[in-house]
């Protein structure tokens, strides 16, 4: 049997299978996805008018978007279907992960700029425009493929957004007008992403109320739920043949039309099936761990977020203890704290073309008086600021990493400079000869280097070549 999954949508009678859009599953485990971009984050406020996210849901959503983008690329390039169950289109802000200080010590205020985004980022591999709109009557389909589930359920179809695609088969426009309201792209590798209108059943309909008084499905939504699931299955079948052919409607399966024929053939497909399954499932923690284990990489070309934790990652290989600090009035990107017990306070920074500037040193100064002030902290902590500069450029073509400003603002205050591409290759090092003599060398640089520019002891045996 195909193994289905259903990512924000919830197939009556099929709980077990489904996943919130938040959920970091790996799709490759299974044979046919469905997924809708339903979004359940927590907002603080609303921001022209539409709702803004807070700093961490912000994250969030951008790396839930930018998962589903990746394991849906995957599923497609593995010869697999993906059904797009096209929910209503939200418009909302988030944090873009810039931001600005002004003021010093307690007059410090964060300015943290705002980005426009929407549940269908996700899709921007596949050249998809989503436009928002609402209406239920849905022509029918194109493709024979399709005119089993249209019969079947047309009286739940409704469309939310109209379609702007460049190259896809359109499946389903409305009654009038002709808008695209459903399509079908199909991959080099004989993927298929199809498009189709919201699929929308009455929920107090297909419930009842157990002996404990919580709400489960009823006879009717298991029944639902069945013919919903086999008419996909069916049209992943078709899809995944040369020839387009109608899908086998769900009362052929009965026993009195099975060939002796099949059954065998069906044992052996079945057993092939489960092979594959975790084959694909080996694949897909191959793929998560490959990515695990690039996140240092991160220190050579990242920013933001994925910066501060390829720096948190490289500190833990130094030896040090660290991670973020937000009690709601003070956020820090990295409290860290040696073995040899000294404290420090790091801030991150990554520039695309240019030099780590005199604002974000400004933003560690006021960080560190603003932690000294703290009842709890008995002395001021040192400070670190890691760059990334001129991030998009090869390592040997990036010049000055810290302004002028920056070097004697550093020198004045006894901060540390430290380039995050020079953290790649010592970390690279003792990843692959757990050389703490060489960690504790390289935190005793540190320490000793404040005030500057941060220097690391040369590796040994010339390890570090390659390491770019």
Same mark, same amino acid.
């Given at each position: ?140 389909? #194109? ?150 284990? #690039? ?13 501060? #934790? ?51 040193? #400004? ?106």
């Amino acid at each position: 049997m195909k193994n289905l999954i259903s990512i924000g949508y919830q197939i009556p009678g099929h709980s077990e299978i489904y996943k919130h859009f938040s959920d970091p599953v790996s799709l490759l485990d299974y044979d046919i996805v469905i997924i809708a971009p339903i979004m359940n984050y927590e907002y603080y406020e609303y921001h022209d008018g539409k709702p803004r996210y807070s700093d961490s849901s912000s994250f969030q959503v951008k790396e839930d978007s930018q998962h589903w983008s990746r394991e849906i690329q995957y599923s497609l390039n593995a010869g697999k279907t993906v059904f797009l169950i096209l929910s209503e289109k939200e418009d909302f802000f988030v944090y873009s992960g810039r931001k600005e200080f002004t003021g010093t010590g307690r007059n410090a205020r964060h300015v943290n700029y705002v980005e426009h985004f929407d549940n269908y980022q996700f899709l921007s591999f596949a050249s998809v425009r989503v436009q928002s709109t609402n209406g239920k009557l849905v022509d029918k389909p #194109r493709s024979s493929i399709f005119s089993i589930f249209f019969s079947e359920f047309k009286e739940y179809l409704s469309y939310k957004n109209y379609l702007e695609i460049a190259k896809a088969d359109p499946v389903f426009l409305t009654k009038t007008g002709n808008k695209l309201v459903g399509a079908m792209i199909k991959n080099s590798n004989g993927g298929h992403l199809v498009l189709l209108p919201y699929i929308e059943y009455d929920w107090e309909k297909f419930t009842s109320k157990n002996k404990k008084g919580e709400s489960v499905w009823n006879r009717e939504a298991i029944a639902w739920g069945n013919k919903f699931s086999h008419c996909l299955i069916e049209i992943d079948k078709s899809l995944s043949s040369r020839n387009e052919r109608t899908p086998a409607p769900q009362w052929i399966l009965n026993e009195g039309f099975v060939l002796e024929a099949e059954k065998a053939i069906l044992s052996k497909i079945e057993s092939i099936e489960s092979n594959v399954s975790k084959l694909n499932q080996e694949l897909g923690n191959c793929r998560q761990e490959l990515e695990k284990a #690039r996140e240092l990489k991160d220190l050579l070309y990242e920013t933001g977020k994925n910066l501060e #934790r390829a720096v948190e990652k490289a500190l833990h290989v130094l030896g040090y203890k660290a991670e973020n600090f937000d009690d709601g009035v003070l956020e820090l990107d990295h409290v860290i704290i040696s073995p040899e017990g000294l404290r420090y306070i790091g801030e991150c920074e990554g520039k695309d073309t240019s030099s780590i500037d005199i604002s974000k040193f #400004r933003q560690l100064a006021d960080e560190i008086h603003e932690d000294f002030e703290r009842p709890e902290i008995s002395s001021e902590a040192f400070g670190l600021l890691f760059g990334n500069p001129q991030r998009l450029l090869p390592l040997e073509k990036r010049n000055q990493a810290f302004t002028q400003k920056c070097i004697a603002g550093a020198k004045r205050k006894s901060y540390g400079l430290i380039i995050t591409s020079d953290l790649f290759p010592i970390c690279k090092y003792i990843l692959e000869t757990s050389d703490q003599s060489f960690a504790q060398k390289c935190r005793n640089s540190i320490h000793s280097q404040l005030g500057g520019i941060i220097k690391f002891p040369e590796i040994p045996n010339n390890q570090e070549e390659g390491a770019s």
